[in-house]
């Protein structure tokens, strides 16, 4: 069983809509959750981050962590075809580096 | 926002030869930096951890004889594949924390994209 599962897709969604992002892992020990964003052959830029359990917004995007379930989510709302990208989640059990990446969900938001 | 770029962007090379990937911290220091490989459709999978002054930490499976790190300053990493195979062949990204040294708070390069034919 890998550490962190992540559905590779790929993801088709209207302009618009919203878009749930979802990832599961098996360390109950990870305490840091991030979100990056990749483009097309350039490399990951952090979304956003949650330390331990519970919600985080940030305009169009929020993070969700259920540590209880292992899962944690990424909602974007009004999606923009400038969405369109993989989307990797991460997570470490520490604040120094060995974080853990899930594969990778690609979307694309078609206008 | 903190840069680190990469050097080439990316790279063909025939089968046995060496490639050296640059990776640069350009307006920050960094006494450490990560090296990670990207398959095609998969995660990204942490290599080795690179500290200035020091040698590098390998991770489980990656071999150290063959990929060479070279921290030579606060701002240069540097990750040579010696005697490349075409299954070497992959995305090869670093990353950089910054001051706060906290794993959320790391930039990564552009990537190189390494083909061994």
């Known amino acids: 069983q890998k550490e962190v599962e992540q559905d590779p897709g790929p993801l088709s969604v209207p302009e618009g809509a919203i878009v749930s992002l979802n990832c599961t892992y098996s360390?109950?020990?990870?305490?840091?959750f991030m979100w990056y964003r990749q483009y097309s052959r350039k490399g990951p830029e952090l979304l956003m981050y949650?330390?331990?359990?519970g919600n985080k917004e940030d305009g169009r995007f929020t993070a969700q962590v259920d540590k209880s379930s292992k899962y944690i989510s990424l909602f974007i709302r009004d999606s923009q075809p400038s969405d369109s990208a993989t989307y990797l989640c991460a997570m470490s059990v520490s604040s120094n580096n060995d974080m853990r990446f899930g594969a990778g969900t690609r979307l694309t938001v078609k206008p | 926002g903190a840069v680190v770029s990469q050097h080439p962007s990316w790279v063909i090379c025939k089968s046995g030869t060496s490639v050296k990937i640059e990776c640069r911290s350009l307006?920050?220091?960094?006494?450490?930096m990560f090296w990670y490989r990207q398959f095609p459709k998969q995660s990204l999978m942490l290599m080795a951890t690179s500290n200035e002054g020091s040698k590098a930490t390998y991770e489980q499976g990656v071999e150290k004889d063959k990929f060479l790190i070279n921290h030579a300053s606060l701002t240069l990493s540097t990750l040579t594949v010696t005697s490349a195979h075409p299954e070497d062949s992959s995305f090869y990204i670093c990353?950089?924390?910054?001051?706060?040294?906290?794993?959320?708070?790391?930039?990564f390069g552009p990537g190189t994209r390494l083909t061994v034919t």
């Open positions: 307006d920050f220091q960094a006494t450490t």
């Open positions: 360390n109950s020990a990870f305490q840091y």
């Open positions: 949650t330390y331990s359990s």
């Open positions: 990353s950089a924390p910054n001051s706060g040294r906290r794993s959320y708070e790391q930039y």
